[in-house]
């Protein structure tokens, strides 16, 4: 219980420090060295940027806000001064946040972790820690040399000298203030720096930042199996890292994730997935109302969709070897862009979906599309489709369709269609429209189930579109737009948690 407390001390003081401060930019955290080299995960924070972008003019309330909180948890007069003292000055805590604060675990499985941050007065942390310590009846901070020591139970310890701070966790059975001790000592370590992938994220210059390494995939298990039923048998969970970041800015929050091979291999299969897809050129998508709840667009690439797929399927042996020579003639015929939309919504009668996509070679697709369907397919027109009553397809006009309204293929343009820009030039982009989607009235009532939907509420209120979009064959990227463009995310977070 004692350990709770003080982490809910320890969360709030971070909040506290984060909410109210207002430095510059960072550099290499060279503190890093403290986290083992083969770490599964590596988060880097931006403190001071996210705080920035999140106070907006909003800097007095918001610091009337936390002293509001601080008045309501119960702290001895001597962690109250110290909490009111950081939000009136955060460098009271003692932590240098123009340095990123960097989040790891080691080992997912083993629980091994912690928080590394630098320092710019050491005697102030401790002065946060001591504060926080009695008030839960804990022993305080202990000078060891130039290390300066707090142990929390046999399994967390903070270890922390003039220029870094270290809270590690390990759940084996070590002596865990030791270990802290050690890492924060061995000055000639580099452990986690010593990574190319490590060195990549710490270029980034956006607000946060979450490595990934493949190494989180334990060999033997069920999602091992997975992936090696994707990947080549000479590449390997391990061989990727995956860089993700947020940022936010004016009008919309970005995050983006970045596959990062580190073998030659591994690269290859990467570009291998590439050859599957071409840069949307957009035209089908004028086709496409600018009502419509969700459109996902993409350019397709027969010859490598089927080099990509058909091994895939073969390895699961659930088709039939005509099965199979089908599909292959399916997977050659599409070429150049394809358009999946979901153009309305009704409880009643579901929604309204439409699949279009060209085709290189129309009378083979027609043959294709005739066989697979069998028995189920009733002719309406030549090479056109009903299926199940309410289910269309077909070809015509060199496009291959499934619809779940238009009986034959109309190229009929809306009065207003989908933004086509917003598309060209990404490998796979999807939009989904939370404007239309918040209309519906299931969606609405929803909003009103629970005191957590009804703070939500308002935020959902300002998003206007949520897009995902493949950028580059290793790089993804979803996009929150608001309505206001004249808004940070963040900033309107702030302003709702003012307003409780």
């Given amino acids: 219980m004692k350990k709770q407390n003080f982490f809910r001390h320890m969360v709030l003081g971070v909040a506290v420090v984060l909410l109210a401060c207002l430095a510059s930019c960072s550099d290499t955290p060279k503190y ?36 509001k909180q601080l008045e309501q948890q119960g702290f001895s007069a001597e962690l109250q001064s110290k909490a009111k003292a950081i939000v009136e000055d955060p460098a009271e805590a003692g932590i240098d946040l123009r340095k990123p604060v960097l989040v790891f675990v080691e080992n997912v499985e083993e629980e091994t972790g912690g928080l590394v941050a630098a320092l710019h007065d050491a005697d102030k942390f401790a002065e946060l820690c001591n504060a926080m310590a009695k008030q839960d009846g804990m022993e305080t901070v202990k000078q060891e040399g130039d290390v300066r020591t707090l142990a929390l139970d046999d399994q967390v310890a903070v270890a922390f ?38 060195k990549q994220m710490c270029k980034a210059t956006s607000d946060a930042q979450l490595l990934l390494s493949g ?3 334990k060999e033997g298990s069920s999602d091992a199996d997975k992936f090696k039923e994707l990947l080549p048998a000479d590449v390997k969970p391990e061989d990727f890292s995956v ?13 983006s994730a970045q596959l990062i091979s580190l073998t030659d291999a591994a690269q290859k299969a990467v570009e291998k997935c590439g050859d599957a897809m071409g840069s949307i050129r957009g035209d089908l998508l004028d086709y496409v109302p600018a009502s419509s709840l969700f459109v ?12 990509l797929l058909l091994p895939a399927l073969k390895k699961q042996g659930n ?16 070429e150049g862009d394809a358009v999946l939309s979901v153009n309305s919504f009704d409880l009643s009668q579901g929604p309204e979906v439409f699949l279009i996509a060209k085709v290189d070679d129309e009378k083979q697709m027609k043959e294709a599309v005739a066989k697979l369907g069998g028995a189920a397919l009733e002719e309406v027109e030549p090479g056109q489709y009903s299926m199940q009553g309410n289910t269309y397809l077909g070809v015509k006009n060199g496009m291959f369709y499934v ?14 269609a989908v933004d086509a820009s917003r598309f060209e030039g990404n490998l796979l982009c999807g939009e989904l429209n939370v404007k239309g989607l918040m209309a519906n009235p299931l969606l609405q009532s929803m909003t009103q189930a629970n005191s957590n ?42 302003e709702e948690a003012c307003k409780l």
């Fill in 32 to 67: 890093a060295r403290v986290i083992a080299k083969d770490a599964h995960l590596v988060a880097s924070i931006n403190v001071k940027q996210m705080a920035e972008k999140a106070q907006g003019d909003q800097g007095q309330k918001v610091n009337e806000a936390l002293l």
């Fill in 161 to 198: 000298n003039d220029d870094m701070l270290l809270l590690y966790v390990e759940n084996k059975h070590g002596d865990v203030l030791a270990e802290a001790k050690r890492r924060l000592s061995a000055e000639d370590a580099q452990g986690v720096l010593e990574r190319d992938d490590f």
């Fill in 215 to 217: 190494k989180m995939i």
């Fill in 243 to 255: 860089l993700v970041e947020l940022n936010s800015e004016k009008g919309q929050l970005v995050l």
């Fill in 296 to 307: 996902l667009s993409t350019n397709l690439k027969g010859s490598g969709l089927n080099d």
């Fill in 319 to 334: 088709l039939s070897t005509e099965q199979e020579q089908l599909a292959e003639k399916v997977m050659k015929s599409l």
């Fill in 403 to 416: 619809s779940s309204k238009q009986p034959v293929l109309s190229m009929t343009k809306p009065k207003e």
């Fill in 453 to 494: 939907a009804r703070m939500a509420a308002p935020l959902l209120k300002e998003i206007d579109k949520l897009d995902y979009v493949v950028v580059d064959r290793d790089k993804v990227e979803l996009r929150l737009q608001l309505e206001k463009a004249d808004k940070n995310p963040l900033q309107l977070l702030v």
